[in-house]
């Protein structure tokens, strides 16, 4: 069965620190890991990670992915109020068709002024 | 681009009702949608993957009868929720993929907040 793990599952911070995220999976099939944002409604979309090594960065978000060691982390660098969401994992898996997007159970990210 | 639309965005039912949701890709053919369910604090748990055409593909413990899901055509798909109990009382929400086999991102509705009393 496919899994994926996150950690830690809850975070609480002060605006300008650095966090990382960690997101580690055993798939089989493995397609591609994906990371998106939950506020309050649906998950935003943030990065998609394919190959090792190389890091996907939008401001002060970045990610990297290892596909030796299964795991990706999301690092956010000068953390905003605005940071503050639940930052879910997933893992697209399969080989037929789009396959399946397995979700990890999420970081809670709280950022405080 | 590639945005989906959900609705209701919230739906109050009583015990024994059955409740539809819609999910539609706005501007994007959607070959393959996906439902998936959660609970507060929780991540998104799958449920079904529905393919334009073709009967859905239920994940293990999810119940066919109960939740029936329609891809009638490649920018809608319906979940109904059948004789609802307060336990599916839940958040339900929706993607869609731009096209079969592709590496493209999901792309999530703003989800239903499905109470049932």
């Known amino acids: ?113 | 681009g590639a945005v989906v639309s959900q609705h209701p965005s919230r739906v109050i039912c009583k015990s024994g009702t059955s409740v539809k949701i819609e999910c539609r890709s706005l501007d994007f053919q959607a070959t393959t949608m996906f439902w998936y369910r959660q609970f507060p604090k929780k991540s998104l748990m799958l449920m079904a993957t529905s393919n334009e055409g073709s009967k859905a593909t239920y994940e293990q413990g999810v119940e066919k009868d109960k939740f029936l899901i329609n891809h009638a055509s490649l920018t809608l798909s319906t979940l109904t929720v059948t004789s609802a109990h307060p336990e599916d009382s839940s958040f339900y929400i929706c993607s869609a993929t731009t096209s079969q086999g592709s590496n493209s991102p999901l792309h999530f509705g703003n989800g239903t907040r499905l109470t049932v009393t």
């Not at chain 1, 596909?67 to 969401?85: P, R, V």
């Open chain 1, 1 to 113: 069965e496919d899994k994926v793990v996150q950690s830690p599952l809850s975070l609480v911070v002060h605006e300008g620190d650095t966090v990382t995220l960690n997101c580690s999976y055993e798939v089989t099939n493995f397609r591609s890991l994906l990371w998106y944002k939950q506020e309050k409604k649906a998950p935003t979309f943030l990065f998609m990670l394919t190959s090792s090594g190389i890091e996907k960065k939008s401001g002060r978000l970045s990610s990297i992915l290892d596909k030796k060691e299964l795991f990706s982390i999301l690092n956010i660098t000068a953390t905003q109020t605005g940071d503050s969401a639940i930052y879910l994992c997933a893992v697209r898996s399969g080989g037929t068709s789009y396959g399946k997007l397995t979700f990890g159970q999420g970081t809670i990210l709280t950022v405080h002024p």
